[in-house]
């Protein structure tokens, strides 16, 4: 599959996904884990605001949270649903925001 690099993507397997969030993603997914959702969101730099490339996994139980870093690796983040506290989007034009706060 090809990932637009300017827009977010939904993809169809884990394996679409870009390195190195691919690998971060396997290594906090269940084994058998079946994934929902899979949605890559590619870097973005506004004046002096950026935004590391994103990719976000929705499970059977929680969500995955899979973020570039500055040194070219990723960072995690991982809740189960229970654990969520509430989720925000905002969307205005073309921008748009999703905002996950959990315990």
């Known amino acids: 599959m090809e990932i637009d690099t300017r827009f977010p993507t939904r993809l169809d397997t884990i394996s679409?996904?870009?390195e190195p969030l691919r690998s971060a993603?396997?290594?906090f997914l269940q084994?058998?884990?079946p994934v929902r959702l899979l949605a890559h969101a590619p870097a973005f730099t506004s004046g002096e605001e950026k935004s590391p490339a994103t990719l976000l996994a929705v499970t059977q139980?929680?969500?995955i949270l899979v973020s570039g870093?500055?040194?070219g690796g990723a960072s995690v983040e991982k809740?189960?649903?229970s654990e969520t506290l509430f989720v925000e989007l905002t969307?205005?034009?073309l921008f748009g925001q999703l905002k996950i706060y959990f315990a």
């Open 79 to 81: 809740s189960e649903f």
């Open 91 to 93: 969307s205005i034009l």
């Open 25 to 27: 993603l396997a290594e």
């Open 69 to 71: 870093t500055e040194q």
């Open 16 to 18: 679409d996904a870009p």
């Open 61 to 63: 139980n929680g969500w």
């Open 31 to 33: 084994l058998e884990e």
